[in-house]
């Protein structure tokens, strides 16, 4: 009798984007960490006694998405960043453009079932990037990437 692989192991990514909707399925995430950064403080200069740690702050990673390109998703990436860049453009010091909330969704093998779900809060785009083009070249698939900054998702 062979066994079922365990839920969540074979996993895709759905991307959600408030005003936008959803920005489709993605085959990676990588970047999902906080750190809790904080002081360590010794008291009167003994060392060999428990430490006194305080928290200063949390720390979150850059985003990054990857997928193969499709004709159905890839043009809703491509509005929301056009959409976001006009809006920059207008107002230079960024004062129009405050970040928006993303929803990236965990989903099981048969994508029907989310296994776990993060919302970012104030998401940037921070940078996109599309395939390397070769009439000449492989086979290759199309990629693009793209990169989230934001102010946390606990």
């Not at 009167?44 to 998405?65: K, M, R, S």
């Not at 159905?72 to 107002?91: A, G, N």
Request: net charge negative.
């Amino acid at each position: 009798m062979t066994e079922a692989p365990p839920m969540g192991i074979i996993q895709r990514f759905r991307v959600t984007v408030d005003g936008i909707g959803s920005l489709g399925g993605w085959k990676s995430c990588k970047g999902m960490t906080v750190t809790f950064k904080h002081k360590v403080h010794y008291e009167g200069g003994i060392y060999d006694q428990p430490a006194f740690v305080f928290p200063e702050n949390l720390e979150y990673q850059v985003i990054t998405l990857e997928r193969a390109m499709s004709a159905t998703d890839s043009p809703k990436v491509q509005q929301w960043l056009r959409d976001i860049s006009k809006l920059w453009m207008e107002d230079p010091t960024g004062g129009t453009y405050r970040g928006t909330q993303a929803t990236i969704q965990l989903l099981d093998a048969s994508m029907t079932e989310v296994v776990a779900s993060w919302t970012l809060r104030n998401v940037f785009p921070s940078k996109w990037s599309g395939p390397s083009l070769d009439a000449m070249g492989t086979a290759a698939v199309a990629l693009e990437s793209l990169e989230l900054v934001h102010q946390g998702f606990l």
